[in-house]
C-alpha cells in the first residue's frame, strides 16, 4: 500500500500568515492528491484535487502543488475560520490512503 | 443536491458484526462509486473499501478478511457488514461519492456519519 507522510502534525500560526503543509507519497502517485479541511464535529470537506485544482467554493488563498512523492497545501494570508484540521489524500492506486493530519491552530 | 446519509448501531459488542448502510440521493449508484471512510476519535481518516459503479468492490488490505460492501442499486443503499470487531474498531464512519463518475478518484461529497463504540 502506498503510504502517506504528512508533516507537520500540527502547526500555530498567525492571522494574515502564509502557512504550508507538505504530504510526501512513499511512491510516485502521478498528481492524484486530493487535500480536505475538517472542523471539529464536521465531516471533511474537499479542498483540492488533481493536486492543484481548487474545488467548487473554496477561496483562491488555498492552493496546491507538486509533483511525483512531494506534494504541498498552501493558506495564503490566514483567517480564523481556517483554523481546522487538513489531511491529504492519494487515490492513484485505487486502494486510498490518507494522511495523518495537520491540525492548524491561531497563535 | 447529492447527499449520503449513513445509518446503523452506535453501540456494537467485542466480536460481533457491525452492519451500517449508506442511503444516497442526487446521483445513481450505476455511475459514481462510494467508498466507506472511518476515522478514530483525534486521527486521520482510512479508507475501508470502495462500490465500485459496475458493482465491483475494492477493499483495505488491513481490513479485507473482516469487510464485506454491497449494494442495492433500487434502493439507492450501499451496505457495509465487518466482522469480529475489536475496541480499536471505535470511531466515526463515513460514505463519501467520488467526484468523477465511472472512475477512483477524490472524495467530493461526504456523508454526515455515524460515530460507532465497540464495547461491553
Known amino acids: 500500500d502506498i503510504q502517506m507522510t504528512q508533516s507537520p502534525a500540527s502547526l500555530s500560526a498567525s492571522l494574515g500568515e502564509t502557512v504550508t503543509i507538505e504530504c510526501r507519497a512513499s511512491?510516485?502517485?502521478?498528481?492524484?492528491l486530493a487535500w480536505y479541511q475538517q472542523k471539529p464535529g464536521n465531516s471533511p470537506q474537499l479542498l483540492i484535487y488533481?493536486?492543484?485544482s481548487l474545488a467548487d467554493g473554496v477561496p483562491s488563498r488555498f492552493s496546491g502543488s507538486g509533483s511525483g512523492t512531494q506534494y504541498s497545501l498552501k493558506i495564503n494570508s490566514l483567517q480564523s475560520e481556517d483554523v481546522a484540521s487538513y489531511f491529504c489524500?492519494?487515490?492513484?492506486?485505487?486502494?486510498?490512503?490518507f494522511g495523518a493530519g495537520t491540525k492548524l491552530e491561531l497563535k | 443536491q447529492v447527499q449520503l446519509k449513513e445509518s446503523g448501531p452506535g453501540l456494537v459488542q467485542p466480536s460481533e458484526t457491525l452492519s451500517l448502510t449508506c442511503t444516497v440521493s442526487?446521483?445513481?449508484?450505476?455511475?459514481?462509486?462510494v467508498s466507506w471512510v472511518r476515522q478514530p476519535s483525534g486521527k486521520g481518516p482510512e479508507w475501508m473499501g470502495r462500490?465500485?459503479?459496475?458493482?465491483?468492490?475494492a477493499y483495505n488490505s488491513a481490513l479485507k478478511s473482516r469487510l464485506s460492501i454491497s449494494r442495492d442499486t433500487s434502493k439507492n443503499q450501499v451496505f457495509l457488514k465487518m466482522n469480529s470487531l475489536q475496541t480499536d474498531d471505535t470511531g466515526t464512519y463515513y460514505c463519501?461519492?467520488?467526484?468523477?463518475?465511472?472512475?477512483?478518484?477524490?472524495?467530493?461529497?461526504w456523508g454526515q456519519g455515524t460515530l460507532v463504540t465497540v464495547s461491553s
Open positions: 511512491e510516485d502517485i502521478y498528481s492524484n
Open positions: 442526487g446521483f445513481s449508484l450505476t455511475s459514481y462509486s
Open positions: 488533481d493536486a492543484n
Open positions: 489524500q492519494q487515490y492513484n492506486n485505487y486502494l486510498d490512503t
Open positions: 462500490m465500485w459503479y459496475d458493482g465491483d468492490t
Open positions: 463519501t461519492r467520488e467526484g468523477r463518475a465511472y472512475y477512483g478518484s477524490w472524495f467530493a461529497y
